[in-house]
C-alpha cells in the first residue's frame, strides 16, 4: 500500500486486533470474527484512506470499534483523531485501546453526531458505513471547518446517494480504493466545503 511503518506501529495494530477480537466475544463490536479477516476488512481498508489525509484535525463519527479512525491514528502519530460513538460499550473499548497502546492522539466522544459540539473545527470528517451522503453532511457540517471535508467510506459505487447531493456540493471527487486481499468494491467520497462557507 505503500506505506512505511515502524516496527512499533505494526505491534500497535496487531495489538488493536487482539484486544477487538477479545472485547469482541463479549461485547459485538463487529460481525467480523476471524482475526486474519480483521486484517483485511478493518485494518488494511482503513489504512487505504491515508493518502487522502490533509491538516491536523479529523473525527471519525459512528467510529464503532474505532474505524477508520483508530488505525489512522496508530500510522499518522502527529496529526490529532478524535472518535465520536453514541454506543457505551464501544466508546468504554475505545478508550481501553487508547490506554493499553498509549496513544496521545486520539480523543474519544460518546455523542450523537448531530448533537455534538467540538471545541473547534475538524479539518475532515470520516465515516465508514455511517449513513448516506446526504444524511451525513447534513448531521455533521458544523463540524467541518471552512474548507473543509468530508471522507465517506463506502463499498460499490454511491451513484444514486451521490445524485442527491451534487446541487449542494459542487466538489465531490470519488476514489476507487485497491484493498490487499479483499476482492470487492470500496470507493471513497471526497467531498470539500465551499472555501467561503
Known sequence: MGLSLEPEQRAQLLEYLTLLARWNRAYNLTAVRDERHMVTRHLLDSIAVSPFLSGKRF?????????????????????????????????????????????????VHQARAEAFQADQPYDAVLSRAFASLQAMAAMCRHLLAVGGRFLAMKGAFPARELDHIRRAYSEIKVHSLDIPGLAEQRHLVEIALPQDT
Do not use: E, M, W, Y
Open 59 to 107: 473525527i471519525d463519527v459512528g467510529t464503532g470499534p474505532g474505524l477508520p479512525g483508530l488505525p489512522l491514528a496508530i500510522i499518522h502519530p502527529r496529526q490529532n483523531f478524535h472518535l465520536l460513538d453514541s454506543g457505551g460499550k464501544k466508546t468504554r473499548f475505545l478508550f481501553q485501546v487508547k490506554t493499553a497502546l498509549c496513544l496521545d492522539n486520539i480523543v
